[in-house]
């Protein structure tokens, strides 16, 4: 049976600057499947749209900005993800480049940045449980996110298969 995940975007803002990354806390729909945590911006992708306007799109519309600058860091396959038991598929990309203020609130949630140290910091074995009450994220950000900001030109490919909510196991590798 071929795969047919529902394919989003996922994309992490950065301050270069600052060494901040732009996340959204899901805090605004109660029946939000992301409620609570923290997460890059995007979202599906749209009939007749490319992996990068859909990106770019979806920057515009959740945090007011045109992307001027962004570069693929890898692929995730989360078969099972959706609270359904639908598959999901993502590129995540990092926007470094950018016309315009981000808005520090849309319809998901409000925008803040957050230093990357403590974002990778959230997702380090010792820290990932004393951080959740802080910067709650998806259980299974901690294996890809320090892919995401790594300094290796390589994109990463990864899956990570889903059940009842968590994730059972995650493989990857770079190209």
């Not at 729909?29 to 992996?51: C, F, I």
């Not at 007011?64 to 038991?85: A, D, H, K, Y």
């Not at 959740?132 to 890809?144: H, T, V």
Request: hydrophobic share 35%; net charge negative; charged share 25%.
């Amino acid at each position: 049976m071929p795969y047919t995940p529902i394919l989003g975007t996922l994309g992490y803002i950065v301050n270069r600057e600052t060494n901040e990354v732009l996340l959204v806390h899901r805090n605004k729909r109660a029946n939000d499947e992301h409620l609570g945590k923290w997460n890059g911006l995007g979202g599906k992708l749209e009939t007749n749209e490319d992996l990068a306007s859909g990106m770019r799109r979806e920057i515009r519309e959740e945090a007011g900005i045109e992307v001027t600058s962004m570069r693929l860091r890898g692929t995730v396959s989360w078969p099972g993800f959706g609270p359904n038991g639908e598959d999901w598929m993502s590129p995540m990309f990092i926007i470094d480049g950018w016309t315009g203020d981000p808005l520090s609130t849309n319809v998901e949630g409000d925008l803040a940045w957050i230093s990357i140290s403590r974002v990778l910091q959230a997702c380090s074995d010792e820290q990932a449980e004393r951080d959740a009450a802080q910067l709650p994220m998806w259980e299974g950000d901690r294996y890809f996110l320090p892919l995401v900001f790594d300094t290796d030109p390589r994109i990463f490919h990864g899956v990570m298969p889903y059940k009842n909510g968590r994730p059972e196991s995650w493989s990857f590798e770079r190209w």
